[in-house]
């Protein structure tokens, strides 16, 4: 139960602290198909989404949010402390003679 509990802490911080370059990662791969795809279909204006990447906006669906993979990591890797601080009795406990055996 321990080694399950010490690998929910790690996996749950591994993926809290990689999930932002996951996701900056996600974000530039969107951004760029956004780029290539959408600027060749607006014929009317087709220079408008050059001009807006440009200034730095994006649109909303290029984003790739960190936050919910770190609040998942964060979750798991509190589970396995609360895992871990779960008291386990060290001895059998003998319950004819009132102590331990």
């Known amino acids: 139960m321990r080694r399950f ?4 802490v790690v ?3 591994l ?3 990689g999930s932002p370059f996951v996701a900056d990662h996600l974000t530039a791969q969107r951004e760029a198909e956004a780029l290539g ?8 204006e087709p220079y408008r989404l050059d001009r807006m990447f440009s200034q730095g ?3 909303t ?3 790739v949010s960190p936050w919910s993979a770190v609040i998942a990591g964060a979750a798991l890797a509190g589970f396995g402390v609360l895992v871990l601080a779960i008291r386990r ?13």
């Open 37 to 44: 795809v959408n600027s060749a279909r607006a014929l009317d």
């Open 15 to 17: 993926v809290a602290v």
């Open 11 to 13: 996996v749950g911080l």
């Open 61 to 63: 669906a290029v984003f």
């Open 57 to 59: 906006a994006r649109p």
């Open 89 to 101: 009795p060290t001895a059998p406990v003998d319950h004819q003679r009132g102590g331990a055996a």
């Open 5 to 8: 509990a010490w690998a929910c």
